[in-house]
T-cell receptor, first 111, second 115 residues
């Protein structure tokens, strides 16, 4: 079974708007990662946030982590058409040696 | 920039036939992963190698799937016999360290269709 659950499952916004995706998980984690997947392609790593961190930034990406609520959010600011993709959170939960991926949020940026 | 290579990119096979996928990880990456991704879902780990040793194959259907990484470099995933439910994207990834400590680099995947 998959540990993380993304919300919403699908999101459609206008170019230039901000996009926010959420990820909830069930058990304590060591770190949480976000990946992007363009249609029919492999995944690309975006950002990793450790359990003792609350916020990280990378370019137009901002990730927050709330371990008390077992949730994370990914914010993409000033969205572009090229941001159209599926976004997955992946958790490395304590006691495991592997990443467990959620089902993803499909983001569509309309020009 | 170094990339994970996979072949073939697409494979169509009939059920009960054998099929094999190949992966060449980024040079120097000791950890190699095979994932299966069903359309509309996230990747699910099938097997994880550390060098040539399997460290996790708990989700690998061992009655029909096998994986090897003989020299600790490239790897092959085999399905025999293929079933209709095996239709999916098969992704290979590699990392410098085991999954928990860093990012994974994914190949482009092999899209398998079983008819």
């Amino acid at each position: 079974s998959q540990q993380g659950e993304e919300d919403p499952q699908a999101l459609s916004i206008q170019e230039g708007e901000n996009a926010t995706m959420n990820c909830s998980y069930k058990t304590s984690i060591n770190n949480l990662q976000w990946y992007r997947q363009n249609s029919g392609r492999g995944l690309v790593h975006l950002i990793l946030i450790r359990s003792n961190e609350r916020e990280k930034h990378s370019g137009r990406l901002r990730v927050t982590l709330d371990t008390s609520k077992k949730s994370s959010s990914l914010l993409i600011t000033a969205s572009r058409a090229a941001d159209t993709a599926s976004y997955f959170c992946a958790t490395d939960f304590q006691g495991a040696q592997k990443l467990v991926f959620g089902q993803g949020t499909r983001l569509t940026i309309n020009p | 920039e170094a990339e994970v290579a996979q072949s073939p990119r697409y494979k169509i096979t009939e059920k009960s036939q054998a099929v094999a996928f190949w992966c060449d990880p980024i040079s120097g990456h000791a950890t190699l992963y095979w994932y299966r991704q069903i359309l509309g879902q996230g990747p699910e780990l099938l097997v994880q190698f550390q060098d040539e040793s399997v460290v996790d194959d708990s989700q690998l259907p061992k009655d029909r799937f096998s994986a090897e990484r003989l020299k600790g470099v490239d790897s092959t995933l085999k399905i025999q016999p293929a079933e209709l439910g095996d239709s999916a994207m098969y992704l290979c990834a590699s990392s410098l360290a085991p999954g928990r400590d860093g990012e994974q680099y994914f190949g482009p995947g092999t899209r398998l269709t079983v008819t």
